[in-house]
Nanobody
Framework: VQLQASGGGLVQAGGSLRLSCVASGSTFSTYAMGWFRQAPGKEREFVAVISRRGEIADYADSVKGRFTISRDNAKNTVYLQMNSLKPEDTAGYYC????????????????WGQGTQVTVSS
């Protein structure tokens, strides 16, 4: 599946952004969908994942209570609502598709989007 992420930008600390990731093809609902992020000089890290039908989600501890992942299978789209943003959230954000249930490790994802940059100023 091909993935196209969008919605990044520059925001002040405490602000909000909503990222979107649109998938091509008719098999979107067969994939669990995840968001990862990568800051300069750091490894790509897990942010959030949502199950195929959207009934279960999991989050990194660093974003719990601030970020919400959701999906609309009719629109082949997964979202990441980011509230109360902090400067340490600054990173490139990547959506990814997995054939596993609710993976948090990068190795379980088969397809990746190109990334969208989020910059949070203090």
């Amino acid at each position: 599946v091909q993935l196209q992420a969008s919605g990044g930008g520059l925001v002040q600390a405490g602000g909000s952004l909503r990222l979107s990731c649109v998938a091509s093809g008719s098999t979107f609902s067969t994939y669990a969908m995840g968001w990862f992020r990568q800051a300069p000089g750091k490894e790509r890290e897990f942010v959030a994942v949502i199950s195929r039908r959207g009934e279960i989600a999991d989050y990194a501890d660093s974003v719990k209570g601030r970020f919400t992942i959701s999906r609309d299978n009719a629109k082949n789209t997964v979202y990441l609502q980011m509230n109360s943003l902090k400067p340490e959230d600054t990173a490139g954000y990547y959506c990814a598709a997995s054939l596993y249930g609710l993976p948090t490790a990068r190795d379980y994802y088969v397809d990746w989007g190109q990334g969208t940059q989020v910059t949070v100023s203090s």
